[in-house]
Structures are given as structure tokens and as C-alpha cells.
T-cell receptor
Framework: QKEVEQDPGPLSVPEGAIVSLNCTYS??????FMWYRQYSRKGPELLMY????GNKEDGRFTAQVDKSSKYISLFIRDSQPSDSATYLC?????????????FGQGTRLTINP | SAVISQKPSRDICQRGTSLTIQCQVD?????MFWYRQQPGQSLTLIAT?????????ESGFVIDKFPISRPNLTFSTLTVSNMSPEDSSIYLC?????????FGSGTRLTVV
């Protein structure tokens, strides 16, 4: 079993739809929970991160963490074609003084005009 | 957040040769991280590079294959040695801590 599971998609939705992206994990020691967006031929770009259970909102993006269920989500409201990218969840654990990141496989998202 | 310049952005190399990838950060950082992203896959940590000490490698990665240098607090190199087609991947460097990490734009390596 992978430490972090993410449905690779692909996911295709019409412009303006609400998008829900999800990851599950098995390691209770994970401390930070992150979402990255990666456009084709680019490096991952940090969208949001959270440290505790609950919701965090930034514009059209909402990150949700449920530590009891080991489940995290990213919601995108009023989705735009420019949101078309691969979305990666990542989680980190403190090991020997450094946060070690573990990534999900990434979900390829397409927003259709 | 830090800005990372990574080069080359892409290369096509012959099997058996080596390629050195460079990462320059616009601020001093203690740790730099090197990742591999194989086609259609997620990112896998290769090693963590601290300035002034040997890099720490993750399971499945060895120094002879992926030697790393970290001569100062703003620069690091990763060499992919004795390449085979299985080494064809995107290689990325990263800096950061806590919940926030910045990535370079990546080096797309194709081994023929």
C-alpha cells in the first residue's frame, strides 16, 4: 500500500464547475498537508498547505484536512480553463530534523470552456 | 518564497554518459532536495543536500549513480551517471521547510 493514494484521473469538467480533488494517506505521523499545481513542462507550484484538521480557503481554492479519516481534499470553485493542470497532494513527516515530503500520483484536470 | 534557477531545462544523452544538473537559489538555504519524476508518475525524493556535509540518499538511490555537490548555501548539482534509458525522467530541485516548498522548473532528461 502506498503511503499516499491519489486518483490519477484524468478528470474533465466544464468551465464554472466545482472541482473536488482528494487524497488518502496511511501515515499518522504526517504533519503538513500540501497541494501543488503542475503545468505541463513546469515544476510544481505550491497552492496551499495546512498543518491541522479543518478548512483553509484562498480565493477560489479550499483545502480540507480530516486527520481522523486520513483524508484531504482540494476544492476549486468557479473553475477556469487556466486551472487545467496536474494537481499533486503532498504530505510531510519530520525525520531526523527535516520534513520529508511524500507525493500523491497527481490528478490531471482539464477545464473545458 | 525562494526563486530557483535550474539548468539545463532539457537534454538528450547517449547511454553510458553522465549529465550534471545545476540549481541556483536566490537566497541562502540550509537544505536542498533533489527529486525524480518519471513519466506519468509522481515525485520521488532522491536525496537531501546539506552544505558542508555529504548528501543523504533515500532508499533505492546511491551516491555512485547520483553524486551530489553542495559547495555553498545557494547552489547544488546532481549528476546522473552512467545513464541508461531507465534514467529518462524529469529531475527537480527544491528548497523550503514546514509546509512550503519551492521547486525548480525541472530538467527533462531523455537517454537514448
Amino acid at each position: 500500500q502506498k503511503e499516499v493514494e491519489q486518483d490519477p484521473g484524468p478528470l474533465s469538467v466544464p468551465e464554472g464547475a466545482i472541482v473536488s480533488l482528494n487524497c488518502t494517506y496511511s501515515n499518522s505521523a504526517f504533519q503538513y498537508f500540501m497541494w501543488y499545481r503542475q503545468y505541463s513542462r513546469k515544476g510544481p507550484e505550491l497552492l496551499m498547505y495546512t498543518y491541522s484538521s479543518g478548512n483553509k480557503e484562498d480565493g477560489r481554492f479550499t483545502a480540507q484536512v480530516d486527520k481522523s479519516s486520513k483524508y484531504i481534499s482540494l476544492f476549486i470553485r468557479d473553475s477556469q480553463p487556466s486551472d487545467s493542470a496536474t494537481y499533486l497532494c503532498a504530505m510531510s513527516e519530520l525525520i531526523q530534523g527535516a520534513q520529508k515530503l511524500v507525493f500523491g500520483q497527481g490528478t490531471r484536470l482539464t477545464i473545458n470552456p | 518564497s525562494a526563486v530557483i534557477s535550474q539548468k539545463p531545462s532539457r537534454d538528450i544523452c547517449q547511454r553510458g554518459t553522465s549529465l550534471t544538473i545545476q540549481c541556483q537559489v536566490d537566497s541562502q538555504v540550509t537544505m536542498m532536495f533533489w527529486y525524480r519524476q518519471q513519466p506519468g508518475q509522481s515525485l520521488t525524493l532522491i536525496a537531501t543536500a546539506n552544505q558542508g556535509s555529504e548528501a543523504t540518499y533515500e532508499s533505492g538511490f546511491v551516491i555512485d549513480k547520483f553524486p551530489i555537490s553542495r559547495p555553498n548555501l545557494t547552489f547544488s548539482t546532481l549528476t546522473v551517471s552512467n545513464m541508461s534509458p531507465e534514467d529518462s525522467s524529469i529531475y527537480l530541485c527544491s528548497v523550503g521547510g514546514g509546509g512550503g516548498y519551492t521547486f525548480g522548473s525541472g530538467t527533462r532528461l531523455t537517454v537514448v
